[in-house]
């Protein structure tokens, strides 16, 4: 904390994000994780950067937001460039609206290289501002190619951030220009006079009436000089600066994003299409080997196998061509696929042996590693799956039936275990066009009670297909008793919460056959713990998850909280499922829990692990991801009224906000605060003497909010102390305009690192040294 707030450390800053993210030595707190990430991001530790944007990803402590995700996984993936300038400067006022784009020049000495920007409309209120342009074009072989523009607010001043996708070398200058149009004006500026830089095409320029040059160099970085220009001469401004990202893991990210796409809460709107031509580059980048990082001296395992997925699905297109419309694919796509396999699988990556595996199975491919015939499929496919199904060897020394006897937890991958079973399924389809060998060998290793110890084995680990499969030959026994079928339909309702459609029809015939046993059923499916696919999680950790499910089958909510809160946070060994957390909180908050009621709560209000039976939509049931406020409300409310200040405030923040379901209404977010605020919660004094000095809900009345603001200031609230620091700055509500008061306060927020407020501590300083100087 120190070297954090002290040295201005990037590092010390990440780390005492993570500590407060994870709870290491401190009390949980997203907000303060969130504030030193965004301090050690601006300080140039791509880490916290990509920290930042898996943050927005899960939605922990901030609204699901996958674009905002990406933009900052974009900069800790590539390089960026970055500049503080006051928006005054930038001709930017409150409430006033303005277009904003950028392009980078490459100098060159006859043919400069131009990459333009798309251009976005943006209104800053005086209080948040946050926007973002994509350049879905970017050539990922120049080095200055656009990847994201990120323009956001902090105090008076903007924070510009140009991001390129990076791994290109630099050998000239570079330029990277911001433009600007305030007045709408279509003429604006026509021309720009660049410091040292080509001459930008008029053909191209787009209407502005101000702009930023930054001037990037080669070499070691630096403080890079920032020109304002405008229709006179350049003026030099603060310098910016440039960082380079390179994060391995943020690349990773990003190419799993694009190849799945992803769709925001509607409330928050927006999403990120599937590309896979961007999926594709950054998984190349990714799996580079990189000599001089331990980590990824073989380049990323993950990006390494998921490259030859896109090659085993054709959706590889020729890497040459990847930037054009000719969408030639790769030819011999299996055989790349294995090349890419083979080099995830040499760095014993379990997936890989799968994929590797399937490929075999199904004929896709027919050679080894040299390109000489395998003489067996089948032995290829087994040995394969196993290296990656059963990894310590447990199956090899005590044998399947040996493992089933004592009921034993195999720790190895999943998707390879239920390969296994459907390996070995008589039920499953042997793949068309294998040789008659072949197909004969695959046919004769058929074996339902191998089937099953692998099915079972992946259904215990949580995996939906197999759940099924298992439900479906427990249920095709000739007798079957009440625990068996209570079994039976726990699969099946854990497979339907993954929206497994064939689990759905199941449940139908078999739910109204009794109602005792269906009960029974839900309550274990809700209680259901999935086995650790790691053997080092085998050992002892896996206990706590145990103790805490034998507790909340004995009616203990407390416990099924907590094993909830494991599971929402992803809290080791627990990993992150939503859906399981939904069922415990559920569990819980039924039983009148008011911290499972709050929780449920947050997960109705982001959309995140909602069942699939659980949602409202056209027909009853939908399955698109959305907020649903409504529902929030109500556990929200649920939670206050049992005592949980925190859902008072939460449920104030729905009102005020409004939403497409929840009516705008700040009277009851008033009254909710006010409840909050009877109930300890500080957020919500700041938030009524916001509404106090809007007069939303109430008549306007500074003084009453400037009492808020002084409680929640005085109780340790930094965005209360910057508010009554504005009080103070400014004379309102009902005291004397007093500079020394309100660098007190700004003094006291910039101590716990509120953005913007160690800023406002210098801007006051230096209006308090002019006034005493012109005294003396």
């Not at 439900?471 to 039976?488: F, P, S, Y």
Request: glycine share 10%.
């Amino acid at each position: 904390k120190t070297a954090a707030r002290l040295g201005n450390h990037p590092m010390a800053m990440n780390a005492l994000g993570i500590h407060y993210e994870q709870g290491w030595g401190v009390k949980t707190s997203q907000g303060l994780a969130l504030l030193w990430y965004r301090k050690a991001a601006r300080a140039g530790s791509t880490m916290a950067m990509a920290n930042l944007g898996k943050i927005h990803a899960r939605g922990d402590g901030v609204l699901q937001d996958y674009r905002a995700a990406v933009a900052e996984l974009k900069k800790a993936a590539g390089d960026w460039v970055t500049v503080r300038v006051p928006a005054s400067r930038l001709g930017i006022t409150r409430d006033s609206p303005f277009r904003f784009s950028a392009a980078s020049i490459v100098s060159a000495k006859n043919n400069p290289e131009i990459d333009w920007g798309y251009s976005r409309r943006a209104e800053w209120d005086g209080v948040t501002l946050r926007k973002f342009v994509f350049d879905t074009q970017f050539d990922s072989v120049k080095p200055a190619d656009i990847t994201v523009v990120d323009i956001r607010s902090d105090g008076d001043d903007l924070l510009l951030d140009i991001a390129v996708f990076g791994g290109a070398k630099r050998e000239g200058v570079i330029h990277f220009i911001w433009f600007f149009d305030t007045d709408g004006r279509e003429s604006g500026v026509e021309e720009f006079r660049l410091k040292d830089a080509p001459p930008l095409e008029p053909v191209r320029m787009p209407h502005a009436d101000r702009a930023l040059q930054i001037v990037l160099r080669p070499g070691p970085a630096a403080p890079l000089p920032v020109f304002l220009l405008s229709e006179g001469k350049p003026k030099q401004l603060a310098d910016g600066r440039f960082f380079k990202g390179d994060n391995v893991a943020a690349q990773y990210d990003l190419g799993i994003v694009f190849a799945r796409g992803k769709r925001n809460p509607r409330d928050v709107g927006g999403s990120i299409k599937q590309n896979l031509r961007l999926a594709t580059d950054w998984f190349f980048r990714a799996a580079e080997k990189r000599p001089n990082n331990p980590d990824y001296a073989n380049g990323h395992a993950g990006a390494q196998n998921n490259i030859g997925v896109l090659y085993s699905k054709g959706n590889m297109y020729r890497r040459e061509d990847r930037r054009s419309d000719s969408k030639q694919f790769e030819p011999k796509p299996y055989r790349q696929a294995a090349l890419w396999f083979r080099r995830a699988a040499a760095q014993d990556y379990w997936e890989a042996y799968s994929n590797l595996g399937f490929l075999y199975e199904q004929g896709m491919l027919l050679v080894d590693a040299n390109g000489r015939k395998v003489p067996s499929l089948y032995r290829e496919a087994l040995g394969l799956y196993m290296r990656a199904a059963d990894p310590g060897g447990l199956v090899r020394l005590k044998g399947e039936k040996g493992v089933a006897k004592l009921g034993q937890n195999v720790p190895g991958l999943t998707v390879a275990q239920y390969n296994l079973g459907s390996l070995f399924d008589p039920d499953e389809r042997i793949a068309e066009g294998l040789s008659a060998s072949a197909e004969r060998e695959l046919r004769q290793n058929k074996n339902r009670t191998r089937a099953e110890f692998w099915y079972s084995q992946a259904a215990a680990k949580g995996h939906a297909k197999a759940q099924v499969a298992l439900a479906k030959r427990m249920l095709g026994r000739a007798k079957l008793g009440a625990v068996d079928r209570v079994a039976a339909l726990k699969w099946l309702f854990l497979a339907s919460d993954k929206s497994e459609g064939e689990a759905y029809k199941l449940l139908d015939e078999q739910e109204s056959q009794s109602v005792k046993i269906t009960k029974a059923a839900r309550v274990a499916a809700d209680l259901f713990l999935p086995n650790p696919e790691a053997e080092e999680e085998a050992v002892g950790a896996h206990q706590k998850l145990e103790r805490l499910a034998a507790l909340a089958v004995r009616g203990d909510m407390e416990a099924a909280h907590e094993l909830a809160r494991m599971f929402h946070l992803g809290t080791a060994p627990a990993m992150q499922d939503y859906t399981r957390a939904f069922r415990l909180y559920n569990l819980a908050a039924a039983e009148g829990h008011p911290a499972a009621q709050f929780h449920l709560g947050m997960l109705y209000s982001t959309g995140n692990g909602i069942p699939y039976r659980a949602k409202r939509g056209i027909g009853g049931f939908s399955n698109l991801k959305r907020a649903y406020n409504v529902e929030a409300a109500g556990w929200y409310e649920k939670a206050a009224n049992n005592g949980y200040g925190e859902a008072a405030f939460y449920l104030g923040n729905l009102y005020a906000a409004g939403s497409n379901d929840l009516r705008q209404d700040y009277k009851l977010a008033l009254n909710w605060y006010k409840k909050a605020d009877a109930l300890g919660n500080i957020d919500a004094l700041n938030n009524l003497g916001y509404l106090h000095d809007e007069g939303l809900g109430t008549r306007r009345d500074r003084a009453k909010a400037r009492e808020f603001y002084t409680r929640a200031a005085e109780a340790g609230h930094a965005g209360a102390q910057m508010n009554l620091s504005a009080y103070y700055f400014e004379g309102l509500g009902g005291v004397r305009k007093d500079l020394a008061m309100a660098l007190d306060w700004a003094k006291k927020a910039d101590d716990q690192g509120e953005p913007g407020a160690a800023e406002k501590v210098t801007a006051i300083t230096k209006i308090m040294q002019r006034k005493n100087s012109f005294h003396e």
